[in-house]
């Protein structure tokens, strides 16, 4: 057996490629199957031709294979069962995806409704716009600012649940590649729940950190990582990075997967409001999946689905870089690398006086 490695978890995606492949994954999950393969190996001859049936999809996938006249887990699959949490979110979240694409394919692009084609749903008590939450992702549809309408609040929830999921595993990577310890207070701009920041005082015991994100998405953050290690030292301001004065005296300011959503001007200010706020010789970090070609992703994963669905706001480093260089950075280190997807992670320093 080698070492544990950080980037260990993206060996989810190897059961997570097709959709009927995923969903069965996903029912076995729900049904208990894989919890009663992991006690013990099911005789060949027990199930009914039904259940064969299903498990011989998961065995075409990877998941189980037939040993000694017993259906087991594959050693693999053991793997990625490490990450289960992570894989069941995936699942979870790239089903709201899929839902979306099926229910309304013209609003998955924001293309306009082509009116004779549009299917309704039926209206439901909780919206006129259908269910709340864990069914539709609907990320065209709800508005992050607003947690007063009970819609969007339950939508804000599940798509940070989500963020928070995907940080949890994400931030141990760049943890490994980068020293935080050299840093007094740390600034993550989007920090969404603290997840990252969280990790990164957990792996640097001296460091403290801010946490600057929407209001509501701070008070979720607060909530549900409260009693996590790290966040004893991890500080949650809520604000608009566009409009208010972020917290001052960070030796690092931070972006993680932030900076991507934006256009090229409004990742500029986003970058420029944190170079003023961050110390004379303190650094800025970006740490952001990269560019890709859709062509290397054909046909798209289920897997991939929730990130490449939005692979159009992926951008190359040079964007960056050059309102860096603008600003006047000094000593730009630029890290690439292959998880789900093409990453980075960008430094910058700021000079000293
Ligand atoms: C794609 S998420 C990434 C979250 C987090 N950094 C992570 O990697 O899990 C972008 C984050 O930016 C936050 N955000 C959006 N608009 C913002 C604004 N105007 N000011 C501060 N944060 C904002 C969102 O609430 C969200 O948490």
Known sequence: MGEDSPTDYVVIHEFLRGIY???TVGEAFRRGLIDELLDAPLPASEPDH?????????EANGVVEQRDGHYALTERFGEALRFRHLMEAQI????????????????????GEVAEHAIHEPATETSPDGPI????LRLYQFDLHDSENPWDQAATEAWVDYMNTLSRYEAPVVCSKYDFSAHRRMLDIGGNTGQ?????????????AAVFDL????AIGRRTLAGRPGFDRVEYVGGDAFADELPRGCDLVTFKSTLHDWPDDKAAELLE?????????GTLLVFERSRVDLK???PVPFSLLTLLGWAWTLRGPERYEAVLRRLGAEDLQLEEFHLDLPWMVLTATKPAG
């Open 21 to 23: 492949e995923s969903l």
């Open 50 to 58: 039904l259940l064969r049936f299903f498990l011989s999809v998961l």
């Open 92 to 111: 979870k979240y790239s089903t709201m995806l899929v839902r979306d694409l099926a229910f309304d394919t013209s609003a998955v692009f924001a293309l």
């Open 133 to 136: 939450g864990d069914e539709y």
């Open 196 to 208: 990252f920041a969280c990790t990164v005082c957990e792996h640097a015991p001296d460091l403290h």
């Open 215 to 218: 209001p509501g998405v701070v």
């Open 273 to 281: 409001a944190a170079w003023s706020a961050l110390e004379p010789g």
């Open 296 to 298: 290397d992703y054909q």
